[in-house]
């Protein structure tokens, strides 16, 4: 989407950048001491879902947490907007397996009033470490709205 926008010649820019890493073994301890208060705590129903049907779910909830902070660094930066709860930002699989973000509540409000109009987000892990990578975008030629992918 961003590189049809820059192709046509829309204005895009990156209006914001989280990046976050989170050790798997910590979340592998917390998930053995509070199982289901933790996922329902930390991740939406739909996450849940997906990193109960994975073998090694504490690196997918690792992975959801990372993207979740990212999210919030690049959404909060300075802290003025606010409060932004865990189940604000949902982890999607999209098309192929490319992960996306949607964003609900405080972070949906925080990214309209950013201007954000498309999310990029990355994800890795490994048995070790889980981590992601968040980018705003604004300006590519829109309606100003943030998509609802996003």
């Not at 999607?92 to 990029?120: D, I, M, Q, W, Y």
Request: hydrophobic share 45%; proline share 3%.
């Amino acid at each position: 989407m961003v590189q049809r926008a820059v192709e046509r010649g829309f204005p895009v820019s990156v209006l914001a950048v989280g990046i976050d890493i989170v050790d798997v073994s910590r979340v592998a301890r917390i998930l053995e001491r509070f199982p289901e208060r933790a996922m329902e705590r930390i991740l939406t129903d739909a996450e849940r879902r997906y990193c109960h049907s994975m073998a090694f779910r504490e690196q997918h909830v690792a992975a959801r947490i990372a993207a979740k902070e990212a999210a919030y660094k690049a959404l909060v930066g300075d802290g003025e907007d606010g409060f932004i709860v865990w189940q604000d930002v949902e982890v999607h699989r999209g098309t192929a397996g490319k992960p996306r973000l949607e964003f609900r509540g405080r972070a949906r409000e925080s990214a309209r009033n950013l201007g954000v109009t498309n999310v990029l987000v990355s994800l890795t892990h490994t048995a070790a470490q889980a981590a992601a990578v968040v980018v705003l975008i604004g300006g590519d030629g829109g309606n100003g709205e943030l998509p609802s992918a996003c």
